[in-house]
């Protein structure tokens, strides 16, 4: 494992559709990513992590969907931040709407507390629904949920990440054949719905490079996944091996002086920190 002081991390309190809240740490601060969760969960799994409120310095949203924003207004009230959406997307909600927003062309860049932060657009039924690479003195996290397809431009972004969050939703067996009623399932596997472990897989070979030292499966979804799936549908694409009989991670070992890759999985109720 790499023993250097890398400027950015990834603390991810919950994934999943029951809530999605995230922050990145930077060397001025956190950037939080969505909040789908009510303020006493947000703090109290912040806590747990050692991470301290009133070190949020903006919040920035992937999308619309009430998983990943019914938080947002009590948490401004009483931590008001800086505020970024993709254009349209806090009109959405009038909740939202009321907010003081600064919207974004989705492949637009902008800077916050010192961290790059590059748009790029994915693929969901919402309004202008992205995903974020975060830069810092040559540190970069990516980080994509809630997209059936990764557009040239998403892989673009986020190729070559130190650490990359990716959507990893389902397992098509299991959904096709899970208790969810065939439009669902339909929306689900659609180019609008949700990234599927293989299509994740196919995707982590063209993103992970040598620089990549931490791969997430991220959104898993609790009636058609398994964390162990995730992760093994990663490790059997990059070459990787179990870490356990669990199949909870696995590494890819590498030669030299090249950091391994380390594979594991974000869960819905589990708040875990990437460094």
Not at 118 to 129: E, I, K, L, Q, Y
Not at 233 to 240: D, I, K, N, P, V
Not at 264 to 274: D, F, L, T, V, W
Request: glycine share 8%; aromatic share 6%; with cysteine.
């Amino acid at each position: 494992m790499s023993t250097i002081d890398h400027p950015l991390h990834l603390h991810i309190l919950g994934s999943g559709s029951k809530g999605n809240c995230a922050l990145v740490e930077g060397p001025q601060g956190l950037i939080m990513i969505d909040n789908g969760f009510s303020r006493r969960e947000v703090l109290s799994r912040m806590h747990d992590l050692g991470l301290n409120e009133g070190d949020v310095r903006a919040l920035v949203l992937t999308h619309e969907h009430t998983d990943h924003v019914s938080g947002i207004s009590v948490w401004c009230r009483a931590f008001p931040v800086e505020l970024y959406a993709s254009v349209g997307t806090p009109g959405m909600r009038k909740y939202l709407a009321e907010l003081p927003f600064c919207e974004f062309i989705p492949g637009t860049s902008f800077i916050i507390a010192g961290v790059t932060v590059a748009t790029f657009g994915t693929s969901h039924d919402v309004t202008n629904p992205v995903g974020f690479r975060f830069s810092c003195d040559g540190d970069v996290i990516g980080y994509a949920t809630d997209t059936g397809v990764l557009p040239e431009r998403a892989l673009a972004t986020l190729a070559d990440a130190r650490i990359l969050a990716l959507e990893s939703n389902h397992d098509v067996p299991m959904l096709r054949t899970g208790p969810y009623p065939r439009y669902l399932q339909d929306r689900i596997i659609s180019e609008r719905g949700h990234l599927s472990n293989a299509q994740a897989a196919k995707a982590a070979t063209q993103l992970v490079t040598d620089h990549t030292e931490q791969l997430i499966a991220m959104h898993i979804s609790q009636e058609n996944n398994r964390p162990s799936l995730a992760v093994r549908s990663f490790a059997e694409a990059l070459g990787a091996q179990l870490d356990n009989d669990l199949g909870s991670s696995a590494t890819l070992a590498r030669p030299g002086d090249t950091p391994d890759l380390h594979i594991r999985a974000a869960g819905q109720n589990r708040p875990i920190s990437i460094w």
